[in-house]
């Protein structure tokens, strides 16, 4: 009788040390139980259960936090969904390694004007942009991280003195 009793008071303390741990909702799907330990502005930080270590996630990567001990739940960011290059305005450019924690890479993605042009610094700019986004949506990619930003002004250009604005990056989704 002793070792049945003692059986339900571990199973109950079990469940009572998993009811306080905090549940990190990923727009994916999938759970990550763990103790959230700070909340940055672009970032998570958590520690699994039962290690030391301290973990990262992209906020763009998580939908919601629900604490082990409150209960109470945080609404961190909502889902972008992308269903064709018509949706490319929908596409967040990222700027830092560390907001993708926690995204799926897809490939390559880049954004150029034209070499003879007629575009001022800032409009091609605005064009090149504009571009990347098309080609990450049309790959289903809500981000892109940039990797490069190239932009050649005048004589350095072209002959015409015009500008040719290029980026690439790396497009993710969930």
Known sequence: MKKIFLLIVFALGLNVANAQLDKIYKHSGEVVEG??????????????????????IGKYAVEKIMYG????????????????????EKVVILEDKGYIAGLK???????KTGLINFQTGNTGDKKASKK??????????????LMADKATVGASSNGLGGSQNIKTGVGYKY
């Open 35 to 56: 103790k959230v330990i700070r909340l940055d502005e672009y970032t998570i930080v958590f520690k699994y259960d039962g290690e030391d270590a301290e973990n990262t």
């Open 69 to 88: 001990k409150t209960k109470r739940q945080e609404d961190v960011t909502e889902k972008i969904v992308i269903n064709g290059e018509d949706d490319w």
């Open 105 to 111: 890479k897809v490939g390559e993605v880049r954004g």
């Open 132 to 145: 990347i986004k098309m080609d990450a949506a049309k790959q289903g990619c809500p981000f892109v991280l």
